[in-house]
């Protein structure tokens, strides 16, 4: 370590209110891992939640380290190893090393991060002495195998409900066991936890997944998910404060978790299952504690707009000083009572997500909103002179034309025009802000079986709505990079041979393109061909907690146009 990576360190902690540093010793030390910069893994509120989960372990400890930020490459010249920020001490010396992985693209940072610590990349090149190298989060949950040859452990599922298992034999078999007898004994006894190496792939000629076995009779031949039943019984908020985050100046609780919706195109509807809410009652008890901290709350949930006590919970906030904030809201519970406490807390802009432009590609998705409900949500936000709205779309979705592209146009000036109508001339929208992304299948959902639309094809689209738009003054048109979305649905949809890519990728600094040269993997496999439905797909290990009877009746459904299942009717595994 080096006084100018100990006095960086340093400098973190000193912007920060509510960090915590336990005494080493017989402790289980585990370094939990963002793969991406400090300010984007602190923004991550799963990610602060399972480091105070650790820390609150009686026999645990939990330190935090991030990719080092640009610029910074000389704090770790002449073989300097990356070090933890609460005891600036090396990884090498942590029992465990835990990555929390939101995001599929953030991968070959793993890489990264190990190699500049001194941790074999490899689970077969590390030793007894070498720390245990664990993932988990979302983006594994839905499918870790593109990672299975770095990780020697996956917990799969919540958090809240994997890890105090886990941290229990951990702490108390970590030392005494060798590595591989206390994998062993992970695989046999946590619910949710997967050791890729107990598990034997085989594939044909044509790469399809022809079996998959476990190496001991006595391990799981499905991994399930859990899941917390009761979100009351245990806090789920921003437990570190700093202002460096992009939600620097707020204090952010979880409001729900899962979906009632069932949208065939989010794992949250399917994976996350089932919808849950906090209470009022802890929810004001979190509230009370951000506002002590920041002026304003952030509500964070995959459903917030359906939370019962939405708007007294809304309420409470303003009346006690302090101001709100809240992600993308449904259309058809977009009321005039919220609208008008958005506006009184100084929100100046909405977001809502139409997804699609024509009624036809929104029964598709199964989103459940009618151009009824969208006008409806306009009139509102006149109603309160609230005059800008973030207007989320999707490109590529399954049946898509170039007439959805023209929809999303038409859509878009009914709404300005509607807008002006209704307001009798007096004020239209200042700003319309159309976001646009590409959909990217996902494991677990209806369109699993899905390939990702051409690149081309989504470049051209979103050419076709930008050109429609230019003379639109109040609507300005966002996008993503295509290219990057054809990386990410690799790594969401492939299987144990996309790991060579990463080695490869990794080995040269990150040039794709050239890995994809070297490297005998074919990437369109993955990325470009529509699936079987009765192909053994690399995650169908996985207990997600819906049956694939109940994907596939929901995939057939949105190619035929007919209506979707109800979800509260469909068991959970």
């Not at 070959?108 to 720390?131: H, K, Y």
């Not at 000629?205 to 245990?234: K, Q, S, Y």
Request: with cysteine; hydrophobic share 40%.
């Amino acid at each position: 370590m080096t006084w100018k990576q100990k006095k960086r360190c340093l400098d973190l902690l000193a912007g920060e209110e509510g960090w915590s540093r336990k005494v080493w010793g017989e402790t289980l030390s585990v370094c939990l891992a963002y793969p991406n910069l400090y300010r984007t893994g602190m923004s991550n509120l799963g990610f602060q939640a399972v480091y105070a989960l650790i820390n609150r372990h009686p026999a645990s400890l939990c330190e935090r380290v991030f990719l080092p930020e640009p610029g910074d490459e000389a704090l770790y010249a002449d073989g300097a190893p990356l070090i933890s920020i609460e005891s600036q001490r090396p990884l090498a010396d942590f029992d465990i090393i835990a990555f929390s992985l939101s995001f599929e693209n953030d991968y070959p940072q793993v890489l990264r991060i190990l190699e500049m610590a001194g941790i074999p990349v490899e689970t077969t090149a590390r030793g007894e002495r070498d720390p245990l190298v664990i993932g988990g989060g979302i983006a594994v949950t839905l499918n870790p195998e593109p990672l299975a040859d770095f990780f020697d452990l996956f917990l799969l599922g919540e958090g809240e409900v994997v890890l105090p298992g886990f941290l229990d034999l951990a702490a108390s078999l970590r030392r005494d066991l060798p590595r591989e007898a206390f994998l062993a004994r992970i695989q046999k006894e946590v619910a949710g936890a997967y050791v890729p190496r107990f598990y034997q792939v085989t594939t044909g000629e044509d790469g399809r997944i022809t079996a998959r076995e476990p190496v001991n009779p006595a391990f799981p031949r499905r991994i399930v998910r859990p899941w917390a039943a009761d979100l009351d019984a245990f806090p789920t908020e921003q437990g570190i404060t700093t202002a460096d985050t992009e939600f620097g100046g707020m204090f952010v609780t979880e409001v729900s978790r899962g979906c009632l919706r069932g949208c065939r195109f989010c794992a949250a509807g399917f994976v996350c299952r089932p919808a849950r809410f906090r209470s009022a009652a802890v929810l004001l008890a979190s509230f009370r504690r951000g506002l002590e901290k920041r002026k304003t709350i952030g509500l964070l949930g995959t459903a917030v707009s359906d939370h019962p006590a939405l708007i007294p919970l809304c309420r409470s906030i303003i009346d006690a000083g302090g101001s709100l904030a809240v992600g993308s809201l449904r259309m058809d519970r977009f009321s005039a009572e919220m609208a008008a406490l958005l506006k009184e807390t100084g929100v100046e802009t909405v977001a809502l997500a139409p997804e699609a432009g024509s009624q036809r590609l929104r029964d598709v998705i199964r989103k459940g909103i009618s151009e009824g409900d969208i006008f409806s949500a306009v009139e509102k936000l006149m109603d309160c002179d609230m005059v800008q709205a973030r207007l989320y779309f999707m490109v590529g979705l399954p049946t898509e034309t170039d007439e959805d592209m023209d929809a999303i146009v038409q859509l878009v000036k009914g709404m300005e025009h509607h807008a002006r109508r209704y307001s009798k001339g007096r004020k239209g929208f200042r700003r319309l802000t159309l976001s646009i992304n590409q959909f990217i299948p996902k494991p677990g959902t209806p369109f699993q079986w899905r390939p990702l639309t051409d690149t081309a094809v989504v470049k051209r689209r979103i050419r076709r709505i930008t050109d429609a738009l230019r003379g639109e003054k109040a609507v300005r048109v966002i996008h993503d990079v295509p290219k990057w979305n054809y990386i990410q649905a690799l790594l969401s949809l492939g299987d144990r041979a996309v790991g060579r890519l990463l080695l490869a990728v990794h080995r040269l600094g990150g040039n794709w393109a050239r890995a994809f040269r070297e490297v005998n993997v074919n990437a369109d496999f993955y990325v470009y061909r529509r699936k079987e439905t009765d192909e053994i797909l690399p995650w169908d290990f996985i207990d997600h907690g819906a049956e694939k009877t109940v994907l596939i009746s929901e995939y057939r459904k949105a190619l035929s146009g007919s209506p979707g299942t109800d979800l509260k009717s469909v068991p959970i595994n």
